[in-house]
């Protein structure tokens, strides 16, 4: 079973960073791609930034960028997000998600429905 979970989440200062990370298994890899998203109080879930272990590509959303960086760790088949300078408006839940076999370009891989999730993890951040 492909399961995907997510870690990191907690209580951060305004102004702080963060580092959430994604543990995947039963999946290959290589030949995924491997998106964050969050889900704050009331909201919808919004579409964070991506990575494709296929060709090493990355997408940020257009709000995300400068801010938060993502990054692959290949021998502990994890995904890492930091988060720099965090707002009161970070606050919410992130979850961690795996498109399985992706053949797409790494440049593009918000733009797809991704099938596998993991849990969530929350983060508040403080003032």
């Known amino acids: ?71 692959s760790d290949n021998a502990n088949r994890t995904v890492s997000l930091r988060i720099d300078d965090l707002k009161p408006e970070d606050t919410a839940v992130y979850y961690c998600a795996a498109f399985i076999d992706y053949g797409g370009w790494g440049a593009f891989c918000l733009l797809y429905d991704y099938k596998s999730w993991g849990q969530g993890t929350l983060v508040t951040v403080s003032s």
């Open 1 to 71: 079973d492909v399961q995907l979970q997510a870690f990191g989440g907690g209580v951060v200062q305004v102004g702080g960073s963060l580092r959430l990370s994604c543990r995947t298994s039963g999946l290959s890899f290589g030949s995924s791609a491997i998106a964050w998203f969050r889900q704050a109080p009331g909201k919808e879930r919004e579409k964070l930034a991506c990575l494709s272990n296929t060709d090493g590509g990355i997408h940020y959303a257009d709000s995300v960028k400068g801010r938060f960086t993502i990054s």
